[in-house]
């Protein structure tokens, strides 16, 4: 017995027989070359994700036959030839001598889409009135997404008095849904395609501005952005290689998935009849025109055509928009799919 | 070890970080503000190629000690000056003062002291592979780039016994070990002068602790580094320190070289947490020494020495003979009694729980017995002084009168390690002690170079 420490001695212990033994398995690290940028990380992650990829196939199918649906000329010039819509949108083929149309004709192999109450061939409409719907939905989703990172990396990173004003002043654009705001706007200034944009871009950077400013609010408390100070990098730095990286992914995913949200909004007040000018090969104005045709068509038939692929092809974009807006959200979640087996032992 | 001749590389006085405590409009506008008193006036020196080791219980400053240091969190008062060693950048200057450098040459100071974070997990960019986490250092300060850049962050990674095929990874693939020896590549990677490891061991499992403190070790031989080692772990601080400094509430209690403060005499604050080292030995008879109550706030940390609350060799007052033992009882008695509203709160405490009485309708009798049981007091005190007193505040405990028990508490049992704040008494040529009992001017007398306790000397 004794009040002595260190009686315990560990011998015979040799750790260079230890390093020198064979290897257990011949496993190596396999990885080699440049460093992959997490973006590549994340888009080889995405293309993995059977309905990510099916959403973004849809859109991108969507977006080309919208571009392709009618030649396209600036000023003059035509930059873009292709047509692949059978018949101007906008012709009333019953006036057309060459044409075998009249109105609300059932879709046959010369109208696939039928034609609707003005005698017009729904398949070339419904291509091209994607360029309204979907070029709103881009334009409105950039400008907002901006405005708000900027404005939401402000008030996070700073915090204090300007937070605080910025902040307040959210809570006022809050207060009001933001279709009801874009309605009136819409009602004030009258229906064309910029008055739209208007509409959706004024007040709608406010959720990015305050989902990235609640992200930026945790992750400067990481230990990673002192480790970054305590490295030496100035605050640019800290704020864009540490702070708005880690903080943005929430915005990527609610910028995509706002797309949607911007094309439906389009459509309604196209539906209402407050959005663009009617007879216009918009979706939503389309829906609108041919809405009386729901409750009982001519002869007593429904022309379920007239309605049923314009109210499709939103359906069918802006479901696809929120496939791709989880798909990056799954994709930007690295440690997802990090399964407990791929950690390196030592 | 003798007395150093060379100049310490780093040297830090009256390094002092106070948090605000309440974050609040309406107080500060009050004046209300409270302060934790994280770091409370420290001085130490680094030599260089030297590692000192930092230890305490959690909670005691070391951690914002080092971070107030290099300025992760700016100080509240006092400075911090770094010698640049001849190798260094800035070796043509004889020395900076770090606290009040500008914020730009801060940054570029920081090229020579760099850190070591404790978690592995949450100090690197999840986003950000391994390649990119290691050359940041080298964009931040412009050292290299390209192809140059790719072959430092390889030889990082060897040099850290990493692959350099992990360079494309990601942390989150790596093990603890594993990402800790990514962090030692990151602050190596700038050819730093002294490195700050704050609990660099601490979130690893003891095998891999080994691997990372021998790495440390090597490392330090290589590069001519000179550490400041955190930790808790007195085993790990024992294994790597050359010196070592025992923190308590935010004040260096003891300070040497380890063999001095690994060996007697002791801060009685050091002798406990030694005590508290495992021992593998089943025969071991060691006493563990346990300390009463629990680490007091920092916000109102106590008088004189911070320590007197909870100190197992506290001095007993210069006019009663009071045995240790016993002036520890009566004194947590006294301690109770300050913070006390009512008297239940003073006796009823550690009471068994199916007889807790109403104490104010017992009499005085019963409340003799209860406190003198609670508080661990012998029946009858050796000095028939101390019997009166103790007689007098009981007499006040029983009419309720907590006020002046309290009162005549203080003017009559009265410790200096409650009133006079601890030096630093030099016990050895590299070792020194912020005790009363090494101090001449209290006469209980050292503890004598050999450790025994308790022989006072010429009075």
Redesign the interface.
């Known amino acids: 017995m004794s009040t002595e420490r260190g009686r315990i001695q560990i011998t015979g212990f040799n750790p260079e027989r230890v390093e020198e033994r064979e290897q257990l398995s011949d496993w190596v690290g396999d990885t080699k070359g440049e460093s992959a940028s997490r973006y590549q990380r994340a888009w080889s992650r995405f293309k993995r994700n059977r309905t990510a990829m099916l959403g973004l196939v849809i859109v991108s199918t969507m977006v080309i036959l919208a571009i392709l649906a009618r030649p396209i000329s600036v000023y003059g010039t035509t930059v873009q030839p292709i047509s692949l819509a059978p018949y101007d949108p906008a012709a009333r083929l019953s006036l057309d001598p060459e044409v075998q149309a009249g109105t609300y004709d059932s879709p046959s192999w010369d109208h696939p889409m039928g034609t609707d109450n003005e005698a017009r061939d729904l398949f070339s409409r419904i291509l091209y009135g994607g360029r309204y719907s979907i070029s709103i939905g881009f334009v409105v989703v950039s400008l907002t997404l901006t405005v708000g990172i900027v404005v939401g990396s402000i008030a996070g990173y700073y915090g204090g008095w300007v937070d605080e004003i910025i902040m307040r002043l959210l809570d006022v654009i809050f207060a009001f849904p933001g279709l009801v705001l874009a309605l009136v706007l819409v009602a004030m200034l009258g229906g064309n395609y910029w008055t739209m944009v208007l509409a959706f871009s004024l007040f709608g950077w406010a959720g990015y501005a305050r989902l990235l400013r609640g992200e930026i609010l945790s992750v400067k408390e990481e230990e990673y952005v002192m480790a970054a100070k305590a490295m030496g990098a100035r605050d640019r730095r800290v704020i864009f290689r540490h702070v708005v990286p880690n903080a943005i992914p929430p915005v990527i995913v609610q910028a995509t998935l706002a797309l949607g949200t911007v094309v439906i909004g389009v459509a309604a007040l196209g539906f209402l009849g407050l959005g663009l000018a009617p007879g216009t090969a918009e979706w939503g104005t389309m829906l609108d025109a041919m809405q009386a045709t729901l409750i009982q068509g001519p002869g007593g038939t429904i022309p379920w055509w007239a309605t049923l692929y314009p109210g499709a092809a939103i359906f069918l974009f802006v479901m696809s928009i929120n496939m791709i807006g989880d798909g990056i959200n799954d994709a930007f979640d690295a440690q997802a799919d990090v399964k407990v087996g791929d950690q390196g032992g030592q | 070890m003798s007395q150093r001749t060379e100049e310490p590389i780093l040297r830090v006085e009256g390094l002092k970080k106070y948090y605000r405590a309440n974050e609040g409009f309406i107080e500060n506008l009050l004046g209300r503000t409270q302060w934790v008193k994280a770091v409370d006036g420290v001085d130490f020196e680094l030599y260089p190629g030297e590692t000192l080791g930092i230890v305490g219980e959690s909670g005691c400053g070391k951690s914002s000690l080092g971070?107030a240091m290099?300025r992760?969190v700016e100080p509240t008062e006092g400075e911090v000056y770094y010698r640049p060693p001849p190798e260094s950048e800035y070796a043509d200057e004889a020395e900076v003062e770090l606290t009040s450098l500008s914020s730009s040459r801060?940054?570029?100071?920081?090229?020579d002291l760099?850190?070591i974070?404790q978690?592995p997990f949450?100090?690197?960019?999840?986003?950000?592979?391994v390649?990119?986490i290691i050359g940041?250092?080298l964009d931040?300060?412009g050292i290299a780039s390209g192809a140059e850049r790719?072959e430092r962050i390889y030889e990082l990674l060897e040099i850290v016994g990493l692959?350099s095929?992990?360079?494309?990874?990601?942390p989150?693939?790596?093990?603890?070990?594993?990402r800790q020896r990514i962090g030692i590549a990151?602050s190596l990677a700038?050819d730093p002068e002294i490195i700050i490891c704050d609990e660099p061991v601490s979130a690893l499992d003891v095998s891999?602790q080994a691997q990372i403190l021998n790495l440390l070790e090597d490392l330090q031989e290589e590069f001519n580094l000179s550490y400041i080692f955190i930790a808790h772990d007195l085993s790990v601080v024992e294994h790597i320190s050359d010196r070592v400094g025992v923190m308590y509430l935010g004040e260096i209690a003891e300070l040497g070289t380890t063999e001095d403060v690994y060996n007697p005499p002791y801060h009685p604050y050091s002798e406990a947490l030694l005590s508290a080292?495992p021992?593998?030995?089943p025969?071991?008879?060691?006493?563990r020494i346990l300390l009463s109550g629990t680490v007091p706030s920092p916000l109102d940390p106590p008088s004189g020495c911070r320590f007197h609350t909870r100190c197992p060799r506290v001095i007993p007052p210069e006019s009663f003979e009071l045995s240790t033992e016993n002036w520890r009882s009566v004194l947590n008695f006294k301690l109770r009694l300050q913070g006390a509203e009512s008297l239940e709160a003073v006796t009823a405490l550690e009471a068994d729980g199916d007889e807790v009485r109403d104490p104010s309708t017992m009499n005085r009798t019963e409340i003799e017995a209860l406190v003198r049981e609670e508080f661990d007091l012998p029946n009858e005190f050796a000095d028939p002084r101390v019997e009166d007193e103790l007689a007098t505040i009981i007499d006040s405990l029983t009419e309720e009168n907590l006020e002046e028990a309290t009162t005549h508490f203080e003017d009559v049992f009265s410790s200096p390690c409650e009133t006079d704040t601890p030096e630093q008494v030099p016990t050895g040529d590299t070792h020194k002690i912020a005790c009363h009992l090494y101090d001449e001017a209290y006469h209980r007398g050292p503890v004598g170079v050999d450790g025994d306790t308790g022989a006072p000397a010429d009075d």
Do not use: C, Y
Not at chain 2, 283 to 287: S, T
């Open positions: 971070r290099f992760l801060m940054r570029d100071m920081r090229k760099q850190f974070f978690d949450s100090s690197m960019n999840p986003k950000m592979t390649g990119d940041e250092p931040i300060h790719q692959n095929s992990h360079a494309n990874r990601f989150h693939e790596f093990s603890g070990g594993q990151r700038v891999v080292i021992e593998p030995d025969l071991w008879e060691g006493d």
